[in-house]
């Protein structure tokens, strides 16, 4: 892609036609959270933006790729938020055992839980949590991983279906 080799008419170009993508993918997410949720999609998006557009001299491989590393950057600001979030309940407050346990319970709860459970994985298979992240928070399709990660559909599917139970014990067992 022109942009990541610094072309800055190219990014002016690339905005409208990802942005849309985006904006779907955010609210996509934001749709799983809790309802009292302050984080928007627009502003998700705009957040991820300026994130991409620090990133100078990168060289984007495919769609896929830039997704990719879109997707890790959403996820990133959604458990941020959520981190943020949760403190902010406990703040100026003593904290009992039953509040801990609801806060738990909640759907950033939820969110934090399974970003350790993705970077426990990643220690682990760093393929597979790449996987998961392209696929559920990148919103591609298998063929678009397998391309991106140069490995085949089979190996996309296999990863994904160990990845998935993996995540699953692990945020059961925390």
């Not at 981190?83 to 703040?91: L, V």
């Not at 969110?111 to 949590?129: G, I, P, S, Y």
Request: proline fraction near 2%; charged fraction near 30%; charge should be positive.
């Amino acid at each position: 892609m022109e942009w990541g080799r610094g072309n800055p008419q190219a990014l002016e170009e690339l905005t409208p036609l990802v942005y849309a993508e985006l904006r779907q993918l955010a609210a996509s997410y934001l749709r799983k959270e809790r309802p009292d949720h302050t984080l928007q999609p627009t502003a998700l998006v705009h957040e991820a933006y300026l994130r991409l557009v620090g990133q100078q001299k990168v060289n984007w491989q495919y769609r896929s790729h830039f997704f990719g590393v879109a997707a890790r950057l959403l996820r990133q600001i959604l458990v941020d938020h959520a981190r943020q979030h949760r403190a902010g309940k406990r703040a100026g407050r003593k904290v009992s055992l039953e509040d801990t346990v609801g806060l738990a319970q909640g759907r950033s709860g939820d969110l934090v839980a399974l970003d350790d459970a993705l970077t426990a994985l990643e220690k682990f298979d760093a393929r597979k949590c790449k996987v998961i992240e392209l696929r559920y928070f990148g919103g591609l399709e298998v063929l678009e991983i397998s391309q991106a990660l140069q490995v085949s559909a089979i190996t996309v599917r296999r990863d994904l279906k160990v990845a998935e139970s993996w995540l699953y014990h692990e945020m059961r067992r925390g």
